[in-house]
C-alpha cells in the first residue's frame, strides 16, 4: 500500500538517550520511534557525582542520533524514508562545549579524547557555582544588568559559567578553546555542515534563557563585560554569531553527507535548534496562560504570555523570559526545579544499596529495584496527610526557582525511630510538590495569569500517585497530556514548520497535537492538610537558607 503524506523526524536528546520520532504532517498521526542510550553516559564516564561534575561526550549523540533514526526508519515502508520533509533536534540545556576554530568539539581531538573539560557539559553539572557567582556579582554592578531577563540570577547550570570553570580549570582547554557551542545548536550545525563558530544559527531559546542574550543590549554580553569578568574570554564575543533565530526557522538543508548515513533524502531541512523542555511544552499543546510542567529527573515549568500582557515587566527569580524562545511573537517563560524524579531515585539508590554490595545476580538486583519506587508508592498513598512528623526540603541538587541557589542542600527533618520508608519517600514526594507550587505562588504573585497546568513527561503517565499529590499540593487541576515523547513531537513540530509544511506552530500543534489523556483533581481533605504542611516547607527552608 502506498504511503500517503508528508513526513518529518523529531529527534529528542534527553539526559539518558537520543529519541526518534516520524510523524505524518498530513495526518498527525506518529509513525514509528525508537530510543537509543549513550552507551559512554551508561558506563558513567567522565562524571564524578561528588562534585556534581557531568559531562557527555560528542560521540555518544552521533551514534545514538544514528541508530534511533535507523531504527525509527526500519519500522517503516520504504517510502517513508524518500518522503522525510525535514528534522527538528531538541536537547538538554544549557549543555555548552568548547570547540576549536573549525567548530570542531574539543573532545574529538586526539589530546583531548578522554579530558571531561572537553565534553559536554550537561545541563546539571554544578562545578561552575564561584563562576555564576562572580556573573552575578559584576552583573549587578554594571551600567547594564545583563541578568534581568534571566529572573536576576545566572547559574551554575548556564553557558557563560561553565564555559569559564573549565577555561580556568584546565590549561589544555585554554590553549585549544577558540568558542562555545550549545548542544542545541550543534547537532543542526553538524547535519547542515555549518559548524564553523561564527557563521552557527543559534537558537534563540537557548541563548536567551542560558547565555545572557538580548536584543535590548544587542546580543550577548558585551566583550568589555566578558573580558572584565577573565581576561580568558578576551576576543570571544567575535567568536559567536551574535543572531539567534526562532526554533521555526530552517537552519539549513542537510549535507549529503549527513543524508546518506541516516538514509534521509537530499533536500531534508533541518530546523533551528530548542531546549527539551520548551519542545516539550509544544508538543504538550502550550497556549497563553498554560503552565506545562515536564516532569522527569528535574522539573522545567514553561509558561507563555502575550508581549502586550508582559510589556516591559521583568520577573525576577525565575530562568528567564525570552520573546519567541518557545512560540514565535510571545514571551516564554521558564522556571524549574533542579531534582524531582532524581530526589525518588536517590531514595530508590540508598534503599538498594546493599543489593549492590552484596547480589551478583544483576536480573534478580534489577528486578528488585524496579519495583521499590512503585511499592513504595502503594504504601505511601495509604498513609495519611494530616499527621505526619516529617517535612523535608527538595533541594537535593539546589534549587533552581523561585531564585537560583545550587549551594542549597535537601533536608529530611521530623525523623524518628518510628519513620519507615514509605513515610520518609513520602515526605520527598510532597516536598516535590511543595517546590512545585512555591513556583506557581511566585509567579502569580509576580502578577502572570495561569488557567491551566498540563503535566508531561515520564512521571506524569506512570506514577498516579505522585500525580495526585503535586495536585493536592498545588490545589488546581493538573492535566496529562497524552503524548509519551512530548519532546520528540515538538521537535518534529518545530520541524515541520520550517519546512512549510504548518504555516506556523499553532497550526502544527492544532493538526499534530494528542490533548489530554486524564485529569488530576485535588482532593480537598488533602489540600488544607498539605496548606499546612506547606506553611512548615517554607520555614523549614528559610531557616537553612539562613543557617547556609
Known amino acids: 500500500m502506498k504511503e500517503v503524506g508528508n513526513f518529518v523526524i523529531g529527534i529528542d536528546y534527553g539526559t539518558d538517550s537520543c529519541r526518534a520520532l516520524i510523524i505524518n504532517t498530513d495526518t498527525g498521526e506518529e509513525v514509528a520511534s525508537a530510543v537509543s542510550l549513550y552507551r559512554r553516559w551508561k558506563e558513567g564516564k567522565y562524571c564524578d557525582p561528588a562534585i556534581n561534575q557531568y559531562r557527555q561526550h560528542p560521540q555518544d549523540y552521533i551514534d545514538s542520533l544514528l541508530d534511533s533514526v535507523k531504527k525509527a526508519l526500519s ?36 589530546e583531548h579524547s578522554e579530558n571531561p573539560n572537553a565534553m559536554f557539559i550537561l545541563w546539571k ?90 536584543e535590548q543590549w544587542g546580543g550577548y554580553p558585551s566583550q568589555e563585560f566578558l573580558s572584565k569578568l577573565d581576561p580568558l574570554f578576551d576576543g570571544i564575543y567575535t567568536h559567536l554569531s551574535n543572531v539567534t533565530y526562532t526554533n521555526d526557522v530552517s537552519a539549513g538543508q542537510i549535507t549529503e553527507e549527513w543524508a546518506s548515513k541516516l538514509g534521509l533524502p537530499f533536500d531534508t531541512i533541518v530546523s533551528i535548534g530548542i531546549i527539551d523542555a520548551h519542545a516539550g511544552a509544544i508538543g504538550a499543546g502550550i497556549k497563553d496562560k498554560s503552565m506545562v510542567k515536564i516532569i522527569g529527573t528535574s522539573t522545567c515549568d514553561i509558561i507563555l504570555s502575550p508581549k502586550s500582557v508582559i510589556k516591559d515587566k521583568l520577573i525576577p527569580g525565575i530562568s528567564g523570559q525570552v520573546d519567541g524562545s518557545v512560540i514565535p511573537d510571545m514571551i516564554g517563560m521558564e522556571a524549574g526545579q533542579s531534582a524531582f524524579g532524581d530526589v525518588y ?7 538498594s544499596w546493599i543489593l549492590f554490595e552484596f547480589v551478583d545476580d544483576e536480573i534478580s538486583k534489577e528486578s528488585i529495584i524496579d519495583k521499590i519506587i512503585p511499592y513504595l508508592s502503594e504504601k505511601a498513598q495509604s498513609l495519611p496527610t494530616d499527621n505526619s512528623s516529617l517535612v523535608s526540603l527538595d533541594w537535593l541538587n539546589g534549587r533552581r526557582t523561585p531564585f537560583a541557589d545550587q549551594t542549597l542542600k535537601g533536608v529530611i527533618s521530623g525523623l524518628t525511630l518510628g519513620s519507615t520508608p514509605p513515610s520518609i519517600f513520602k515526605s520527598l514526594v510532597e516536598a516535590t510538590a511543595f517546590g512545585s507550587k512555591a513556583i506557581l505562588e511566585h509567579l502569580q504573585m509576580e502578577g502572570i495569569i495561569i488557567d491551566e497546568v498540563i503535566g508531561v513527561g515520564g512521571i506524569s503517565k ?87
Open 345 to 351: 531515585a536517590w531514595f530508590r539508590d540508598l534503599l
Open 75 to 110: 519500522q517503516c515502508p520504504e517510502e517513508i524514508a524518500r518522503k522525510v520533509k525535514a528534522i527538528g533536534i531538541d536537547t538538554t540545556a544549557s549543555t555548552p562545549c568548547m570547540v576549536n576554530e573549525m567548530g570542531i568539539p574539543l573532545a574529538f581531538m586526539p
Open 462 to 548: 506512570k506514577s498516579p500517585y505522585v500525580m495526585q499529590t503535586l495536585s493536592d499540593v498545588m490545589g488546581v487541576p493538573i492535566k496529562v497530556a497524552a503524548i509519551d515523547q512530548a519532546g520528540a513531537l515538538g521537535a518534529a513540530m518545530c520541524a515541520a514548520t520550517a519546512a512549510g509544511l504548518y504555516s506556523n506552530i499553532p497550526e502544527a500543534q492544532l493538526k499534530a497535537g494528542k490533548g489530554v489523556d486524564r485529569i488530576f483533581y485535588p482532593n480537598n481533605e488533602n489540600k488544607v492538610n498539605y496548606e499546612k504542611l506547606y506553611k512548615q516547607y517554607i520555614l523549614l527552608g528559610k531557616f537553612c537558607e539562613r543557617k547556609g
Open 125 to 214: 553539572d554544578h562545578t561552575a557555582i564561584n563562576e555564576a557567582n562572580e556573573i552575578n556579582e559584576l552583573s549587578h554592578s554594571w551600567k547594564v544588568d545583563y541578568t534581568a531577563y534571566s529572573g536576576g540570577i545566572y547559574s551554575s547550570e548556564w553557558f557563560w559559567s561553565k564555559a569559564l570553570h573549565v577555561l580556568r580549570l584546565d590549561a589544555s582547554i585554554r590553549k585549544d578553546a577558540y568558542a562555545i557551542i550549545e548542544h542545541c545548536d550543534w547537532i543542526p550545525a553538524l547535519l547542515t555542515g555549518n559548524i564553523k563558530p561564527e557563521t552557527v544559527k543559534r537558537s534563540r531559546c537557548a541563548a536567551g534563557h542560558k547565555g545572557l542574550w538580548n
